[in-house]
């Protein structure tokens, strides 16, 4: 029995280190001796969700729970695997048993709050209800703090949100969850450089928080949207010194400015983020929406179109004035068609 504690220990404080997988080997070490150990089954749940295997987790925390159904922190546990799945209804009934096992603990609302934020119509005014009592009950907690922000910003009320998210890292300034839920907010301000920075005292802080890297690849799916808009702007430029017949050279000399101007300032930008941005960015591709797909197909073909009008000879250059004309008037029309098509979608389910 000495021997399993000392294991489960072990496995504890590989845990706190992110040393996942040999966390779970240990527990399951300990499970092979003593299958019935709620301790070893809640500690695989753990370590099963930090690896993205959230259907064993699932299976772990609920074996646990059938060996202890009255232990709230499995039913805490629990939450946190089926938020990850995106299962609300699963969610909120692990939450609300929870709160009736322990309706005093922090744990218990801090949950509850997540539950409900996660449904398909998040319940978000009854989320910040529970989210303020477990502010309440643990008012230095940086993570209760962290959870009324994100309440606040989905209520609409942005700067309040903000407020809380500081409050949040006054308590821990090292919070990864908060730098990211505030570097969310500055992006939706348009303030890239702050976001940027943000984003990389979280990295620092920890490399794996999967949130803290989906916000970095919105910050570089941001980066991509306004060098297409700058793209627009020269290929307009070009494009009437090209109808103007003006000297090659002065098509060469300001492509030549607006290249040199855009690389200063994105190298700024990247000096801001996490070292190795551009090994991550490479695989941004893979791990975007059919919505960043399309926007970093268009730049490619936007920035060859623009590198032609500004080097290439004059009939090759109108060549390709006339072709990007026509992409933009498809892209237009493409744009056009899929807002009326997510507008009809909205409606139809907002009914």
């Known amino acids: 029995m000495d021997e399993d504690w000392r294991a489960l220990a072990h496995a504890e404080r590989l845990l706190e280190l992110r040393r996942d997988a040999e966390a ?7 499970l092979a001796s003593d299958p019935q150990s709620v301790t ?30 009255e232990r709230g922190t499995a039913h805490h546990l629990l939450v946190d695997v089926l938020v990850d799945r995106r299962d609300g209804p699963g969610a909120i009934a692990a939450a609300e048993h929870g709160v009736r096992l322990e309706p005093h603990d922090v744990t218990s ?10 449904q398909r119509r998040p319940r978000t005014r009854e989320a910040y209800g529970a989210a303020l009592r477990a502010v309440d009950l643990a008012p230095h907690s940086p993570d209760a703090h962290n959870l009324v922000g994100l309440c606040l910003d989905g209520l609409g009320d942005h700067e309040a949100a903000r407020t809380a998210f500081r409050n949040a890292l006054a308590l821990d300034p090292q919070h990864t969850l908060a730098q990211n839920n505030l570097a969310a ?45 700058a793209m627009c702007g020269a290929a ?16 060469a000399l300001s492509g030549a400015a607006f290249l040199a101007v855009v690389t200063v300032l994105a190298g700024r930008l990247r000096d801001r983020l996490p070292a190795g941005v551009t ?27 623009v590198l ?31 807002w009326v098509g997510y507008a009809a979608v909205s409606l139809a389910r907002g009914r």
């Not at 609302?109 to 996660?118: C, D, G, K, P």
């Not at 307009?236 to 098509?251: D, I, M, Q, T, Y």
């Not at 695989?283 to 179109?305: D, E, M």
């Open 308 to 338: 032609l009008l500004a080097f290439a000879p004059q009939q090759v250059a109108v060549a390709s004035g006339l072709a990007l004309v026509g992409l933009l008037q498809v892209v237009g029309v493409v744009a056009v068609v899929g």
């Open 185 to 229: 907010t500055e992006l939706d301000r348009g303030r890239l450089r702050s976001a940027a920075g943000l984003l990389r005292t979280a990295v620092g802080v920890d490399p794996q928080e999967r949130r803290v890297r989906q916000n970095l690849d919105t910050v570089l799916l941001v980066l991509a949207r306004r060098l297409l808009w």
């Open 24 to 30: 779970e080997q240990r527990f399951r070490d300990v």
């Open 109 to 118: 609302h801090y949950q509850h709050a997540r539950a409900l934020l996660v």
């Open 40 to 69: 070893a089954l809640l500690g695989l749940g753990r370590a099963l969700q930090r690896q993205g295997r959230l259907d064993e987790a699932e299976q772990a925390v609920r074996a646990a729970l059938a060996l202890a159904p």
């Open 236 to 251: 307009v430029v070009l494009g009437v010194l090209l109808a103007n017949e003006a000297p090659w050279w002065s098509r």
């Open 279 to 305: 090994r991550w960015g490479r695989g941004l591709w893979w791990r975007t929406r059919w919505q960043g797909r399309y926007l970093l197909g268009l730049l490619t073909l936007l920035t060859a179109g």
